[in-house]
Structure formats: C-alpha cells, structure tokens
Nanobody, 123 residues
Framework: QVQLVESGGGLVQAGGSLRLSCAAS????????MAWFRQAPGKEREFVAA????????RYADSVKGRFTISRDNAKNTVYLQMNSLKPEDTAVYYC????????????????WGQGTQVTVSS
C-alpha cells in the first residue's frame, strides 16, 4: 500500500505559478511511476504529467508542455509539479497517482491516488 498526500494548491492569477507536492508513505516510493492528473467540474479526469521511477523519463499532456515540470526526490518520497504561466483553463482538482507500470496516460493504469488539491486560476 502507498498513501499519497498532495499539497500546494491554491488561488493564483493568470500568468502566475504554483508548485504542488505529493508526499508518499508506505511501500518503496522509488519503485513507482508517479503521475499528476486533474479534473475540472463537469469534465473527466485528465492526464497532466508523469515521471518514471528513476526520474529519467517524463511525459506531459500537450496542454501543459513547456509550462509544467514534474520532478521527484526519492530520498524525500515526494513528487512535485511546478506549474508556470498558469491559465484559467488549468483550474481543477489535481491528483497525485502512483503505479507499478511504466509511464502511462490513462488514469486506470495507476494503483494509488491522493485526495486531491484544488488549483484555481483567476483571469
């Protein structure tokens, strides 16, 4: 079992930045692919970014490429999502996820989920 707790969400103006953190506890964090997903009201959960267990491979949704950066610190059992140049359409609940497979973009491929953190971007 892996427990995930997100933090760092909040209200920010368009063009601003936020850094989300996801702290993991339980089984070997470094063995898992980690990902961020988001879900806006009335919309399906969508893939944002993922990072391999080593941190050497990453993948991003086209909508955030060049603005968001995913990273991890295996010594701290934490994965991060640095979000720059935020847009109102980035407003959503952001979820951290852990999976035992290689990087995937489908939420069903991940085994463990956090409770989510709200990000609101005002125009």
């Amino acid at each position: 079992q892996v427990q995930l707790v997100e933090s760092g969400g909040g209200l920010v103006q368009a063009g601003g930045s936020l850094r989300l953190s996801c702290a993991a506890s339980g089984r070997s964090f470094s063995a898992y692919t980690m990902a961020w997903f988001r879900q806006a009201p009335g919309k399906e959960r969508e893939f944002v970014a993922a990072i391999s267990w080593s941190g050497l491979s990453t993948r991003y949704a086209d909508s955030v490429k060049g603005r968001f950066t995913i990273s991890r610190d295996n010594a701290k059992n934490t994965v991060y999502l640095q979000m720059n140049s935020l847009k109102p359409e980035d407003t959503a609940v952001y979820y951290c996820a852990a999976g035992s497979r290689s990087i995937r973009a489908m939420w069903g491929e991940y085994d463990y989920w956090g409770q989510g953190t709200q990000v609101t971007v005002s125009s």
